[in-house]
């Protein structure tokens, strides 16, 4: 089920941009493929292959199209705010890239330089949202571990 979905979103995601689609109702899709990629790798990151998946999760092509539908619904947040239409749930999804900038598969470094210049680019009232606020107190935290030699 998961192999067939993924599959799919990322068709429809590709058809979105062909067609010049960016509107409200495809920010909606683009945030729901986000949702299901993060409960995916939650919820599917210890199966290997012959565990239901005949292939097995690959975890890095999960992370891979979260990151593209990411910059692509970036680019439609800034299409939008421009014309001065802000989109109410652009903080949620600034915090999870925040966060999954943190996790430099298969190892988990914090790269807290490429967190900076992703939060230098954001505008200051996204940046300083709860969730973003999040993402960076949790790469504090990260560095603060790597700092002290703690393995996670």
Known sequence: M???LWDRMRAI???LRMQHIFNWQAITMHEQMIRFHIIAMHE???YTRGEGFSEGFDAHLNIEQMNKT???LFQMYDDHRKRGCPVPTEPEF???YALLKLDKHPGYK???AELSLDLA?????IRNTNEVLFAREVARFGVYLVSKD???
């Open 2 to 4: 998961h192999n067939f």
């Open 13 to 15: 995601r590709m058809d």
């Open 44 to 46: 599917l990151c210890e």
């Open 70 to 72: 990411s910059v692509e």
């Open 94 to 96: 600034r915090g999870y």
């Open 110 to 112: 914090v790269e807290t």
């Open 121 to 125: 680019k954001m505008t200051p009232e």
């Open 150 to 152: 703690y393995s996670f």
